[in-house]
């Protein structure tokens, strides 16, 4: 039998660290998680969220060392929706910018931070639920929107079939665009009543305590805890951003709505949650980032180990 390596998919905050510049002023443990990464018997993966956040920074140099540490790292791209037939990651980046700076991408990523600021209690004139059918109408337009740019004959057909399909995904997806409640972290603590030592709980039983305190309160509430194997992914992100409104070692701008600032920071962690849990491990030195994500994986049922560098060190 054929023994495989161990998955590894790292959090944002430790592929900073193990920037070669970073490592001359870094704690040792980071050197002998490299060393460790770096051998055979791991396979370091990243994801579109880890190009996303590469893509947030505000540095070139930055940039450059970030992409180094994942070619030191022999890090593999993963994408859950296709099998990508590149391997160097700088050509990775390069295409991964090309189309995130696109004109139909950008209108998508607008979209997307309509819904990510009004699901964070910020009033954007539109409830929550249209914010989100808005996201998806940009999502199912771009490859029309392309056709109409190539082939402006059938812009008609074109404008007849994005309907189609654009009515079509929201009806698919309305399960999720009806679990979406109009409110801000804050009154929607204040609406479930729920207990503010909710951060006492242990990770592994807090959604359960979380659920059934909810179901007592309103037994409807359980409907948006329901998932099966083909949507664990997405499910995991909005029980993350869930466990963030009910004040379960949320991200401190949580408590506070007008700080409108790391919205997209936020949801980029939940998403990271979300892609990591198709693997062995997932490393992480935010500590309020590894509670909630065991919260998530131990509800969901996933095998996943969320460690910090000095857990992941104690293993060896």
């Known amino acids: 039998m054929v023994e495989t390596n161990k998955t590894i998919y790292l959090d944002q905050n430790i592929l900073t660290e193990l920037r070669v510049h970073k490592l001359y002023t870094n704690d040792l443990k980071y050197i002998q998680i490299l060393k460790i990464l770096t051998s055979n018997k791991y396979t370091v993966v990243y994801s579109r969220v880890t190009l996303m956040e590469i893509y947030n920074i505000d540095n070139d140099i930055y940039i450059v060392e970030h992409l180094k540490a994942l070619k030191l790292l022999n890090a593999i791209y993963w994408d859950r929706l296709f099998t990508p037939n590149e391997h160097d990651v700088n050509v990775i980046y390069e295409n991964f910018v090309k189309v995130h700076e696109g004109k139909f991408s950008k209108n998508l990523y607008a979209s997307g931070e309509g819904f990510i600021k009004r699901i964070n209690g910020i009033n954007i004139g539109i409830t929550t639920k249209d914010s989100f059918n808005s996201m998806l109408d940009e999502a199912v337009n771009i490859p029309f929107s392309y056709l109409n740019d190539k082939l402006p ?12 399909a654009v009515d079509f995904t929201v009806n698919y997806f309305s399960s999720i ?28 039983q807090a959604m359960f305590v979380i659920i059934k305190a909810l179901c007592d309160y309103d037994p409807h509430f359980i409907n948006i805890f329901q998932f099966n194997a083909n949507n664990i992914e997405t499910k995991i992100e909005f029980f993350f951003n869930f466990l ?8 401190k701008f949580q408590n506070d709505t007008n700080k409108k600032g790391f919205h997209s920071a936020s949801m980029r962690d939940a998403a990271h949650a979300g892609t990591a849990w198709h693997f062995d491990y997932i490393i992480s030195d935010d500590y309020n980032f590894r509670q909630k994500t065991k919260a998530c994986y131990a509800f969901v049922g996933s095998r996943t180990k969320v460690l910090s560098v000095d857990e992941f060190l104690l293993l060896h």
Not at 153 to 164: A, C, P, V
Not at 244 to 251: A, E, F
Request: hydrophobic residues 35%; charged residues 35%; without cysteine.
């Open 153 to 164: 004959i059938l812009t008609k057909l074109n404008r007849y079939l994005s309907k189609k």
């Open 177 to 204: 665009s009806d679990e979406l409640l109009d409110f801000d972290p804050v009154n929607f603590r204040e609406y479930i009543k729920m207990d503010t030592k909710v951060k006492t709980l242990e990770a592994e």
């Open 244 to 251: 963030n409104w009910i004040g379960y070692y949320p991200d």
